[in-house]
């Protein structure tokens, strides 16, 4: 058996644009068996659903799973129809009609399953036989990083400079969720997360409403194969759900790469069915027999049983090739359809892959590039101080919204006192150098001091608790002020006992900030102890602020109250060292 142990959620291929619509399929209610159906109702349901016998209808039902299968391939991953929408929709209502008529001849693979199905309490756990592992990121953005690795490569299989060059295969790096599929002869039979890349959650029913991901291989096929790669949400996607999201008054994503996981891991696929995503192939999970000999070939063959593959991929040889290709890639960054923040460096040969190994948890035979960081100009609107959950007080900056990294950005910390003062020199009102970080923490990188407005003034931390009013110390080792108040401080309290009901603390289930901020405000709780001497009449009565009115509202709802209760009382069963750590 041959397997192979990388993946990392890094990377895809552009594709080409697709056109702006979206295939919409007609829900078509099926009439009663023992009726016979009109002309008008055989149209409808599509050409002789209703009226094809039960010897007739296995053979027909596998026609339509054929072509309609092909047709979506046609359509969403190489963006040439061959059919128009309304014969998409006549064969897809005909076979849901077939289906309502013979559910016992139901495929698992049927397309019609695209579409979603029940909601579900939630996702089981599923053990990765092959583990799902990271890869090393050279830190260095320059061609120093490609040479690094290409270095480490070389000693490690002993080669001299006088030795040919080392063959890569060249990719792209996606922020997305690294999703495993399982086929087992042929059928997409298990589709699971990464998770801590040695066991994931199961999320079949939704990978199954991605359309350019195959429900059925064609061809000769191992037994057993396991596709890994990325599952992505293109930008126009992105700001499509957001715009929709904001139209029904919920709150949009972040950014694209928490749209995708969001989508992907929700209860109910029906719901991971209105939203578009991707998915792109890039690596070997488990597999039964031989499967290619080089990377580029299992690329290839990934692209020949119909998966989307990188498009923007080379096979080159030499540190060099590999810098020109981060080069070439960075320079198409800006107008690619969705978010990268590197390329992907692979040994090409899965001989020399196996012979190179492990080291850690990472392989010795491929490297994540990344880019530098985005920078943006913004302006400090104001400089606001959070406590802490241990009373340390956090200065940070209030910025005009700024678009950078692929992310809307509103604030960034400032550390401390110091930092604003003496490092940056921050005012109110200053225009400033922002960048996320690693791509992901906003941080401000110096001030565009020859913009400053007249009249600002130098930042000075309180001298006493924002939240509480008490006093404030300085921790004159860690440059760090600190309110005094421990747990009378609200803002220390809460933060508290978010951190004392944390899935590494105490592990109870349904206690968020929000359900936090509830309870301490309406004076339920004022330590953790508390938490165990709540009653389910005291957390649906209702708010202190609606107790009076003609409709008051309720604290929590039944149910949800009930569910809480039955999670703490869940939570006293522990071990010391997970009790000790909930205490903080």
Same mark, same amino acid.
Not at 268 to 292: I, K, M, N, W
Not at 485 to 511: E, N, T, Y
């Given at each position: 058996?041959?397997?192979?142990?990388?993946?990392?959620?890094?990377?895809?291929?552009?594709?080409?644009?697709?056109?702006?619509?979206?295939?919409?399929?007609?829900?078509?209610?099926?009439?009663?068996?023992?009726?016979?159906?009109?002309?008008?109702?055989?149209?409808?349901?599509?050409?002789?659903?209703?009226?094809?016998?039960?010897?007739?209808?296995?053979?027909?039902?596998?026609?339509?799973?054929?072509?309609?299968?092909?047709?979506?391939?046609?359509?969403?991953?190489?963006?040439?129809?061959?059919?128009?929408?309304?014969?998409?929709?006549?064969? &897809?209502?005909?076979?849901?009609?077939?289906?309502?008529?013979?559910?016992?001849?139901?495929?698992?693979?049927?397309?019609?399953?695209?579409?979603?199905?029940?909601?579900?309490?939630?996702?089981?756990? *599923?053990?990765?036989?092959?583990?799902?592992?990271?890869?090393?990121?050279?830190?260095?953005?320059?061609?120093?990083?490609?040479?690094?690795?290409?270095?480490?490569?070389?000693?490690?299989?002993?080669?001299?400079?006088?030795?040919?060059?080392?063959?890569?295969?060249?990719?792209?790096?996606?922020?997305?969720?690294?999703?495993?599929?399982?086929?087992?002869?042929?059928?997409?039979?298990?589709?699971?997360?990464?998770?801590?890349?040695?066991?994931?959650?199961?999320?079949?029913?939704?990978?199954?409403?991605?359309?350019?991901?195959?429900?059925?291989?064609?061809?000769?096929?191992?037994?057993?194969?396991?596709?890994?790669?990325?599952?992505?949400?293109?930008?126009?996607?992105?700001?499509?759900?957001?715009?929709? !999201?904001?139209?029904?008054?919920?709150?949009?994503?972040?950014? %694209?790469?928490?749209?995708?996981?969001?989508?992907?891991?929700?209860?109910?696929?029906?719901?991971?069915?209105?939203?578009?995503?991707?998915?792109?192939?890039?690596?070997?999970?488990?597999?039964?027999?031989? &499967?290619?000999?080089? !990377?580029?070939?299992?690329?290839?063959?990934?692209?020949?049983?119909?998966?989307?593959?990188?498009?923007?991929?080379?096979?080159?040889?030499?540190?060099?090739?590999?810098?020109?290709?981060?080069?070439?890639?960075?320079?198409?960054?800006?107008?690619?359809?969705?978010?990268?923040?590197?390329?992907?460096?692979?040994?090409?040969?899965?001989?020399?892959?196996?012979?190179?190994?492990?080291?850690?948890?990472?392989?010795?035979?491929?490297?994540?590039?990344?880019?530098? %960081?985005?920078?943006?100009?913004?302006? *400090?609107?104001?400089?606001?101080? !959070?406590?802490?959950?241990?009373?340390?007080?956090?200065?940070?900056?209030?910025?005009?919204?700024?678009? *950078?990294?692929?992310?809307? *950005?509103?604030?960034?910390?400032?550390?401390?006192?110091?930092?604003?003062?003496?490092?940056?020199?921050?005012?109110?009102?200053?225009?400033?150098?922002?960048?996320?970080?690693?791509?992901?923490?906003?941080?401000?990188?110096?001030?565009?001091?020859?913009?400053?407005?007249?009249?600002?003034?130098?930042?000075?931390? %309180?001298?006493?608790?924002?939240?509480?009013?008490?006093?404030?110390?300085?921790?004159?080792?860690?440059?760090?002020?600190?309110?005094?108040?421990?747990?009378?401080?609200?803002?220390?309290?809460?933060?508290?006992?978010?951190?004392?009901?944390?899935?590494?603390?105490?592990?109870?289930?349904?206690?968020?900030?929000?359900?936090?901020?509830?309870?301490?405000?309406?004076?339920?709780?004022?330590? %953790?102890?508390?938490?165990?001497?709540?009653?389910?009449?005291?957390?649906?009565?209702?708010?202190?602020?609606?107790?009076?009115?003609?409709?008051?509202?309720?604290?929590?709802?039944?149910?949800?109250?009930?569910?809480?209760?039955?999670?703490?009382?869940?939570?006293?069963?522990?071990?010391?060292?997970?009790?000790?750590?909930?205490?903080?």
């Amino acid at each position: 058996m041959m397997t192979s142990l990388f993946n990392d959620n890094e990377e895809a291929a552009p594709v080409k644009a697709k056109p702006k619509r979206t295939r919409k399929t007609v829900k078509a209610a099926a009439a009663p068996a023992s009726e016979a159906a009109t002309p008008a109702q055989a149209s409808f349901f599509g050409g002789d659903a209703q009226v094809l016998s039960p010897d007739q209808a296995p053979a027909r039902m596998h026609e339509l799973e054929t072509e309609l299968e092909r047709w979506n391939y046609e359509y969403y991953v190489l963006d040439e129809p061959s059919v128009p929408d309304a014969e998409y929709d006549r064969a &897809f209502n005909e076979l849901k009609a077939l289906e309502a008529r013979f559910p016992e001849l139901k495929s698992r693979t049927s397309p019609t399953l695209r579409v979603g199905g029940a909601v579900r309490t939630g996702f089981k756990k *599923v053990r990765h036989d092959v583990p799902m592992l990271s890869i090393h990121t050279e830190t260095d953005f320059s061609a120093a990083g490609a040479a690094a690795f290409d270095e480490r490569v070389r000693s490690a299989l002993g080669l001299s400079p006088q030795d040919p060059p080392v063959e890569y295969d060249c990719e792209l790096k996606f922020d997305g969720l690294a999703t495993n599929l399982r086929y087992e002869k042929g059928v997409l039979t298990e589709a699971s997360t990464r998770g801590d890349g040695v066991e994931g959650e199961d999320v079949t029913a939704n990978v199954r409403t991605i359309r350019t991901i195959p429900l059925r291989l064609n061809g000769k096929v191992p037994d057993i194969l396991e596709v890994r790669g990325e599952c992505i949400m293109h930008k126009a996607d992105f700001l499509a759900l957001n715009a929709r !999201q904001e139209a029904a008054g919920e709150k949009p994503f972040a950014n %694209p790469r928490n749209a995708a996981a969001g989508s992907l891991r929700q209860l109910d696929s029906s719901v991971t069915a209105q939203r578009t995503l991707h998915f792109y192939a890039y690596s070997l999970g488990e597999v039964s027999e031989p &499967f290619a000999e080089t !990377q580029s070939g299992v690329l290839d063959r990934f692209a020949e049983l119909g998966f989307p593959v990188a498009h923007m991929r080379e096979v080159v040889k030499g540190p060099e090739a590999l810098a020109a290709f981060h080069d070439k890639v960075a320079a198409a960054r800006a107008s690619l359809p969705f978010e990268i923040d590197g390329v992907v460096y692979k040994v090409n040969s899965l001989e020399l892959e196996e012979e190179l190994g492990f080291i850690a948890r990472e392989p010795r035979w491929a490297c994540a590039h990344k880019y530098p %960081p985005e920078e943006v100009l913004t302006q *400090v609107l104001g400089i606001d101080v !959070q406590v802490g959950r241990t009373g340390r007080l956090t200065p940070v900056a209030r910025l005009a919204p700024v678009y *950078v990294g692929g992310v809307t *950005v509103f604030n960034a910390t400032l550390h401390n006192e110091d930092h604003v003062v003496n490092d940056l020199d921050l005012r109110v009102g200053d225009t400033v150098v922002l960048r996320r970080a690693g791509d992901v923490i906003p941080e401000i990188l110096r001030v565009v001091k020859e913009r400053r407005p007249a009249g600002t003034k130098v930042f000075e931390m %309180p001298h006493v608790c924002p939240i509480c009013g008490s006093a404030v110390i300085r921790d004159e080792e860690e440059k760090d002020m600190r309110c005094t108040g421990g747990l009378v401080c609200p803002a220390q309290m809460k933060l508290s006992i978010v951190h004392f009901a944390a899935r590494r603390a105490m592990g109870i289930d349904g206690l968020g900030e929000k359900i936090v901020d509830m309870l301490v405000d309406e004076g339920l709780v004022k330590t %953790p102890a508390d938490l165990f001497g709540l009653t389910l009449e005291a957390l649906t009565a209702p708010t202190t602020a609606t107790a009076g009115s003609e409709k008051p509202e309720k604290r929590m709802g039944p149910k949800a109250a009930a569910n809480l209760l039955a999670s703490i009382q869940a939570s006293s069963h522990t071990t010391l060292a997970r009790f000790v750590f909930a205490l903080g």
